[in-house]
């Protein structure tokens, strides 16, 4: 192997001779955090609760990882809390805000309630609606605007109550990449708290999953005047466990653990600390600190040559562009659209690629047969074009040829299944 050659398994490459386009379902691990992981596997094996030199360098190692995430969205590292990844972290979250709530003395009466919208990760959704279930919260879920595909801040505050905690609004859609107005809801949000602390109501917390944002746009708690913020490892090229940002933890933001054992990390994480994934997700938060722009620029870059690439192959008629939203930014590596005609389903449709791997919306999602994204119905986009959506992601690594193969392999496959459907 010639000097400076990475090895397939480094670059990330997925299979011999395919495209990876599902760079918004999971990256590959980077270089560099797989070298942090192996380095801490080797060097720092001690218990970070011990008294001793090993235990010391696992927890000087950790206390490391944890400076960059901070400075990663702009935060104090006492801020950021290990977690096993994004569910986790999301559903600290809610239990913590609601819990929070129900434990207060005096206040309004009835349970807590939540205002979140349609079109959240499940980490989020299931949670809140297992709490509504319960009769332990009460819930609302804001549409997004079919015109804009964001959850407007005046719908969401339209949705609030006297018993609201928590406000949770992720800050970019992983299906159709709209960056939601997040700066601009904690400004109104901060507001409405003075006046409702006059008044005797309880602050309203403010939450935004961060997962799909960071290290393709510039993500700073300050500036977004967040509460809590969700960071997931994987979604940019870092090992798969995640962080929690809270403003103050336990002081001037609620936290309360989920388990409890050994106190580890301020008692609000319990558990022996994984000190090798925690220097890889470090080593990949120095990454995007130090890279983001231009990972942002050529992320951007490959995507409109994608998006031209297939109007230039199907032909403007026949693409139907389901991420395109009338004054709403959106990620820079994302692109959901839908090949138009009977029988392309984008399920089918990727079944019949040879070297394509793509999806049809969130990974966990599937499972779900041919039944079209309830995201993409929910910003009203219609029934039949929603069914043949696909879901492109590009990364740090994709190139112009990579763009030329992925939809080269695409008009092949409509190719089949057009003739299919003809006979």
């Known amino acids: 192997m010639g000097a400076g050659t990475e090895p397939p398994e480094a670059r990330g490459d997925a299979a011999e001779g395919s495209v990876y386009l599902d760079h918004n379902a999971t990256t590959p691990l980077a270089p560099e955090a797989a070298r942090a992981v192996r380095d801490a596997l080797r060097q720092a094996w001690g218990n970070p609760s011990s008294c001793h030199p090993a235990g010391r360098k696992a927890k000087e190692l950790i206390g490391s990882a944890r400076e960059s995430l901070a400075r990663m969205v702009g935060a104090r590292p006492e801020d950021i809390v290990f977690t096993s990844g994004g569910t986790e972290a999301n559903n600290m979250v809610i239990h913590s805000a609601c819990g929070h709530r129900r434990a207060a003395p005096g206040g309004t009466a009835g349970p ?14 299931l949670p809140l609606e297992q709490l509504a279930a319960e009769s332990r919260a009460e819930v609302t879920f804001v549409p997004v605007s079919p015109r804009s595909g964001q959850a407007e801040v005046d719908d969401v505050l339209a949705a609030i109550r006297p018993t609201t905690c928590l406000v949770s609004i992720m800050l970019a859609n992983n299906e159709t990449g709209v960056i939601m107005p997040i700066a601009e809801l904690s400004q ?13 109501l309880p602050r309203i917390l403010l939450h935004t999953d961060a997962a799909q944002m960071i290290g393709k746009g510039h993500v700073d708690v300050q500036e ?24 103050g933890p336990g002081t001037t933001t609620p936290l309360h653990p989920m388990l409890f054992g050994g106190g580890q990390e301020r008692g609000f994480r319990p558990g022996t600390e994984n000190t090798p994934m925690i220097a890889g997700l470090g080593q990949a938060a120095e990454l995007v600190s130090k890279n983001w722009e231009a990972y942002e620029a050529h992320m951007r870059d490959v995507r409109d040559y994608l998006e031209a690439r297939l109007e230039a192959s199907f032909g403007k008629q026949r693409i139907h562009f389901n991420s ?34 793509g999806s049809v919306g969130a990974a966990c999602h599937s499972e779900k047969g041919d039944r079209p994204s309830s995201v993409l119905l929910s910003c009203g ?10 879901r492109l992601s590009v990364g740090r690594d994709t190139t112009r040829a990579d763009v030329d193969q ?15 459907q003809a006979l």
């Open 112 to 125: 807590p309630h939540a205002v979140t919208s349609s079109v959240e990760h499940d980490s989020v959704r």
């Open 224 to 247: 977004l005047g967040v509460d809590y913020l969700t960071i997931v490892g994987h979604k940019f090229y870092g090992p798969r466990i995640g962080a929690l940002y809270v403003r």
């Open 381 to 390: 986009i219609p029934y039949e074009v929603a069914q043949n959506a696909l």
């Open 406 to 420: 992925a939809v080269q392999d695409l008009v092949q496959a409509v190719a089949q299944l057009d003739q299919d």
């Open 324 to 357: 395109h939203f009338t004054g709403s930014k959106r990620l820079c590596n994302t692109s959901n659209f839908s090949i138009l005609g009977p029988g392309l389903q984008g399920r089918r449709v990727l079944s019949h690629c040879k070297t394509l791997l």
């Open 188 to 200: 109104r949000l901060r507001a409405l708290n003075q006046r409702r602390a006059v008044e005797g």
